[in-house]
Structure formats: C-alpha cells, structure tokens
C-alpha cells in the first residue's frame, strides 16, 4: 500500500528523450508532463499508447 494520495488512470500520448530524461505525456483528466528516467522506463516497459496510473505526493509537482 501506498502513501500517494493523487491517483489518476490515463494514456501514454508521447515518449521523447531530452537531455537523458525521459518526457512522458499522459492525458489522464488533465494532460500531465512526466519526467522518468531511461532506466525507469525500461523497468516500467512503458509504450505510447498504453493505459497507465500516476501516483504521485502532492509535494512532487511543479506547475510549469
């Protein structure tokens, strides 16, 4: 179980690296800009296209 208390189901829209980060795009309500690391996606075998959840602490975000 987790303490994440922000939960929302979406979709991979786009994948691009940048500066070695990985930029995800998920629509999921709002469209949400999430940044992994290569490695992370690998573990997570993330594709566009696929459903997903994003779990993250409120703490975690920046508003850009």
């Known amino acids: 179980e987790s303490s994440m ?3 929302f189901q979406g979709r991979v829209k786009s994948l691009q690296e ?3 980060e990985i930029h995800v795009g998920v629509e999921a309500e709002e469209f ?3 940044i992994i ?3 992370a996606l690998n573990e997570l075998n993330i594709n ?3 459903r ?3 779990s993250f602490k409120s703490s975690a975000v920046q508003v850009f």
Do not use: D
Request: charged share 10%; hydrophobic share 45%.
């Open 5 to 7: 208390r922000n939960q």
């Open 18 to 20: 940048v500066n070695g």
């Open 32 to 34: 949400w800009h999430v």
């Open 37 to 39: 690391s290569p490695a």
């Open 48 to 50: 566009i296209g696929e």
């Open 52 to 54: 997903l959840w994003l």
